[in-house]
């Protein structure tokens, strides 16, 4: 209900924005369609542009079976859902960014999925997390913001462990390029295949909510319902499992990866569809048997065998359409009821009856009856599950389970939402706005159809995109009918369980909600800690105390001359004599102000000190042929000693018996000696002049200037001064900022 | 500090500060000199003034922000860095121009002195940001 309650000045480019976007989707669709014929022949499309020719990364696109499927449920989905969105946001504040985000997501997914460049895909891969993030904290509520950071920390942590991964793989096999990767074949045997495995599962199992990384998944429903179903049903969820079966080729076929994909899988799916009857939240317990979904298709890319991947690549279509149509019809009675908790809905095909007949429909094929695209998706998971060679029957058992538990979620939305007496809704039903009913209602009859004529996805779609996650070419045909076999047996007693447990739902719920939880309360102790523990580091690190910082600070930089000095085998033969009388006059005046500024009991003559021993460098520079540095050293000590004596009149007045001053000394006399050794130390090393020599002597033909040291800074290093320039104006307001607080509280 | 000797003396100092350190841009490509020498006696000038005659003063007298004088610096710097580009060079290349004669006689007008421009702006706001805020302080 909380897109409609931010009510404010309406956006009036909102709906225009949405209509772009779902006509460029839906043209984009088109266009991946074309390619259907071609990529049907085990034939892949591929383009490339130079992108960081140094690092040798480079804009490579290919698109074969698996990206086709992919990026058509990507367009045709963006395309559906952003029509909805146009009816479902309607008259939202910030409807043109909600548009704006989804754009961006959208693109960012296309361009993952299509990626042929390790490094390019994982660009993409960060920018499909960002949208996310904005648009789970969209409605920018307490709950929303702290649901959008818990989806940023656990897949962003996610992809920088990919990112290790992917370098770690583009090194060990000498190129960055997907196809090249795949096409070498498994790394199984390599001594570096474990990390690199680990790595990349990390990424794709907190991007896929795999146990126990998935508590971001249910907590992202705080995103408004076409987000949810777009990008945490549809599309991004599943990117993990896109990376998986795209890189299965290289890591699988090994018991390592066989057995953690199948238990992390299997155990995921088992975990999340028990959690799912515990919820009376439609949109909830639509979550977690998401989470059921992905876990199960995590367990069929551990497999080899070409039934497990016609199972995962057939259920990914399924899956889609019949969870992204739940959600939305979800999203359609949320907003027309004003509620979507189970116990207050019912009898909705009175008063919403598209709605209704697209939620059944969906309903449907998430049950796996038969005529639906679900039945045989079903039916090929159950043959997956036992095809795959190491223990099929726990992981068919908890197959069967958890497709029993999804039956009892589909009953309940056709028994206990749509159909049985009206319930008490908050507002009185009503039938939802064409745009609102008809693209759940398109996505659940495309689940009809292609459940009567499977093999119209079967060889466009599944088997080039199995074909492509095998890298082999793999011979699938789906049918509807397989006979009386094991599996059928299976989905009967899927049903006669699924409907027991409808039956005996609200016992279930209850037995559930004593099962031992906390996965959030690890998280928020986790995030807890992080910042009680860095605030205590801080405290040490930083006591706020000025003095500290600079004696730190100081020692550091006496320390580390001295260190090079050791390293480098102790102190050169090196002297250095003044003759010149008036360098020995200015000496005299450095070396004098410098004590005066340490030995002085009041701050202005220690301040007129520091002047003298300034004035005195400047003079020295001046002796020794450096005019334009002497000018900037004199210039910098005037406006210095204006600012400092603008700050005196706020400082207290110096104790006369100062504590701490023998350890100044030490400190000041560390940092002169440190400096002027290591400088002493430089003078001994023969001079390269062949740099200087060359400025100089291009300096006045090519840049027209006769002051080599000026046409270094605006010519020849004209970047570098940039750059200098921008850190002084960006100190100099960073300063402004400090002053403008101490200000505000006067401390 | 308000001392008659001082406010007669810083106007005519505060504007021949300001003279010599634009004389200081302008020949700084040939001879000591330079933006961020002549920003801080441009600097100084401004300094003077907000000592002598007060803060508020010298804002008026700089007429802009001197945060928004770095800013502009910042810019001008940026598109002396640009226009390179639109005559087909690397950005940040030199770009000359001689008005009034051929190479080596007119008025030598370049890129290069728009970035040192920029470097002369940056440099006084920053320092007169600063400057300000601390001696509204005080």
Redo the contacts between chains.
């Keep these: 209900m909380s897109a409609v309650a931010s009510v404010g000045d309406a956006d009036r480019s909102g709906p225009w924005a949405g209509a772009l976007l779902a006509l460029v989707s839906a043209a984009a669709a088109a266009a991946f369609a074309t390619l259907i014929p071609e990529i049907s022949r085990n034939e892949a499309v591929a383009a490339e542009w130079a992108w960081a020719p140094a690092l040798d990364v480079s804009l490579a696109f290919r698109v074969d079976g698996l990206s086709l499927v992919f990026a058509l449920l990507i367009t045709g989905f963006g395309a559906v859902i952003s029509a909805y969105s146009i009816s479902y946001l309607r008259g939202h504040r910030h409807q043109t960014h909600f548009f704006l985000y989804l754009a961006l997501f959208e693109a960012g997914m296309l361009g993952l999925v299509l990626a042929d460049d390790v490094i390019a895909l994982f660009a993409f891969w960060e920018v499909t997390t960002v949208a996310s993030f904005l648009l789970v904290g969209f409605e920018t509520t307490q709950k929303a913001r702290r649901s959008a950071w818990m989806s940023l920390l656990i897949t962003g942590a996610g992809g920088l462990a990919l990112l290790a991964g992917l370098i770690w793989l583009g090194l060990v096999t000498g190129t960055t390029r997907i196809s090249e990767i795949t096409a070498a074949g498994g790394l199984g045997g390599h001594a570096a295949y474990l990390p690199i495995t680990l790595l990349v599962l990390a990424g794709a199992f907190a991007k896929s909510a795999q146990f126990p990384l998935h508590i971001w998944l249910p907590n992202a429903m705080a995103a408004p319902t076409p987000v949810s179903a777009y990008l945490h049903s549809a599309t991004m969820v599943k990117a993990g499992v896109y990376l998986l079966a795209r890189l299965h080729p290289a890591l699988s076929g090994t018991d390592f990866w066989t057995t953690t994909l199948g238990l992390v899988g299997g155990f995921t799916m088992l975990m999340a569809a028990i959690l799912s009857l515990r919820q009376k939240d439609l949109k909830l317990a639509l979550a977690y048997s998401s989470v059921m979904s992905l876990g199960s298709l995590v367990m069929f890319l551990g497999a080899e065998e070409t039934v497990a991947a016609a199972a995962a690549m057939t259920f990914l279509i399924v899956h889609a359409l019949y969870k992204a149509s739940l959600f939305l019809v979800v999203g359609s009675i949320d907003k027309m009821t004003g509620t979507r908790d189970l116990d207050r809905l019912g009898g909705l095909w009175r008063t919403m009856p598209m709605t209704s007949i697209a939620g059944v429909l969906a309903a449907g094929s998430m049950a796996g009856f038969p005529p639906f695209l679900g039945f045989v998706g079903k039916e090929l998971k159950y043959e997956g599950a036992l095809a795959i060679a190491e223990e099929p029957a726990p992981l068919a058992a908890a197959a069967v389970i958890a497709n029993a538990l999804m039956v009892a979620l589909a009953l309940a939305v056709i028994f206990r939402v749509v159909l049985s007496r009206p319930g008490r809704t908050p507002k009185t039903p009503r039938e939802a706005p064409t745009l609102i009913w008809l693209g759940p209602l398109l996505l659940a009859v495309g689940g009809l159809l292609f459940g009567v004529a499977p093999d119209l996805v079967g060889r466009t779609l599944v088997q080039p995109a199995a074909a492509a996650m095998l890298g082999a070419p793999a011979e699938i045909k789906l049918k509807l009918w397989h006979g009386v076999n094991l599996p059928l047996m299976m989905s009967v007693a899927t049903l006669a369980l699924g409907v027991a447990f409808h039956l005996a739902r609200e016992p279930l719920a209850r037995l559930i909600a004593r099962l031992p939880g906390g996965a959030e309360a690890i998280w928020d102790g986790l995030l807890d800690g992080v910042q009680t523990g860095f605030a205590a580091v801080t405290r040490g690190v930083q006591p706020g105390s000025l003095r500290t910082y600079l004696t730190v600070t100081f020692l550091a930089v006496a320390a580390a001359p001295l260190a090079g000095l050791r390293l480098a085998g102790g102190l050169p033969e090196a002297s250095f004599a003044l003759t010149e009388p008036q360098a020995l006059a200015a000496a005299a005046l450095c070396a004098g102000g410098a004590l005066t500024a340490a030995l002085a009991h009041r701050r202005i003559l220690a301040l007129a000190g520091l002047g003298a021993s300034g004035t005195g460098l400047s003079l020295l520079f001046l002796t020794f042929g450096a005019?334009?540095v002497a000018?900037?050293q004199i210039?910098?000590d005037?406006?210095l000693l204006?600012?400092v004596a603008?700050?005196m009149?706020?400082l207290p007045e110096l104790p006369p018996r100062r504590r701490g001053r023998s350890r100044d000394a030490f400190v000041a006399g560390a940092v002169g000696l440190a400096v002027a050794l290591a400088t002493l130390a430089a003078t001994v090393g023969p001079f390269d002049a062949s740099v200087a020599d060359a400025m100089s002597a291009r300096s006045l033909p090519e840049?027209?200037?006769?002051?080599v040291?000026?046409?270094v800074?605006?010519?020849f290093r004209?970047?570098d001064?940039?750059g200098e320039?921008?850190v002084?104006?960006a100190?100099?307001?960073g300063?402004?900022a400090l002053?403008?607080r101490t200000?505000r509280s006067p401390a | 500090m308000t001392s008659p000797i001082l406010q007669a003396a810083t106007r005519l100092i505060s504007t021949l500060l300001i003279v010599f350190s634009l004389f200081l841009l302008v020949r700084g490509h040939d001879a000591p000199g330079g933006g961020f020498i002549g920003g801080l006696v441009a600097a100084s000038s401004f300094t003077l003034l907000a000592m002598s005659h007060g803060v508020e003063t010298a804002r008026l007298a700089l007429r802009l922000p001197p945060a928004t004088v770095a800013a502009l610096g910042v810019g001008a710097a940026l598109l002396a860095g640009l226009i390179p580009l639109v005559v087909g060079d690397a950005p940040f290349a030199a770009v000359w121009v001689f008005v009034g004669g051929p190479k080596g006689e007119g008025l030598p007008l370049s890129t290069v002195l728009l970035f040192d421009f920029g470097v002369w702006l940056v440099v006084l706001g920053a320092v007169l940001g600063l400057v300000f805020a601390l001696e509204e302080d005080a």
Excluded at chain 1, 703 to 707: C, I, S, T, V
């Design positions: 005019p334009d000018a900037t210039l910098v005037v406006l204006v600012l603008a700050v009149p706020r840049a027209l200037g006769r002051n040291v000026n046409v800074l605006v010519d004209a970047l001064t940039f320039i921008v002084v104006a100190a100099a307001v300063g402004l002053l403008r200000r």
